[in-house]
């Protein structure tokens, strides 16, 4: 069982940044792929990108290519989603997931419980 926590939601005027951090508990959650989903009011939920055990293989949604940046730091068992440039229409509230597994699938397995990200303009 993993158990995904994340921090560092806020208000951000456009064009700010932010780092979200994603902590899990679980020895085994280093191998596991790990992802990011946001979901804005009267939305559904929507892929952001994700980032493979090993660390090594991103892929973003086309919405969010080229300003956020996902990685891990496995022995911390953290992952991050830092967001540049960012823009009103990244206002949501932001969740991490993971799937059980050493491949990506959706919906993944475990899910955080969201940490609210707004961005003024």
């Known amino acids: 069982q993993v158990q995904l926590v994340e921090s560092g939601g806020g208000l951000v005027q456009a064009g700010g940044s932010l780092r979200l951090s994603c902590a899990a508990s679980?020895?085994?959650?280093?191998?596991?792929?790990a992802g990011w989903f946001r979901q804005a009011p009267g939305k559904e939920r929507e892929f952001v990108g994700r980032?493979?055990?090993?660390?090594?293989?991103?892929y973003y949604a086309d919405s969010v290519k080229g300003r956020f940046t996902i990685s891990r730091d496995n022995a911390k068992n953290t992952v991050y989603l830092q967001m540049n440039s960012l823009k009103p229409e990244d206002t949501a509230v932001y969740y991490c997931?993971?799937?059980?597994?050493?491949?990506?699938?959706?919906?993944?397995?475990?899910w955080g419980q969201g940490t609210q990200v707004t961005v003024s303009s």
């Open positions: 997931a993971a799937t059980s597994g050493t491949t990506w699938y959706s919906p993944p397995d475990y």
């Open positions: 679980g020895r085994t959650f280093s191998r596991f792929p």
């Open positions: 980032i493979m055990g090993s660390g090594g293989s991103t």
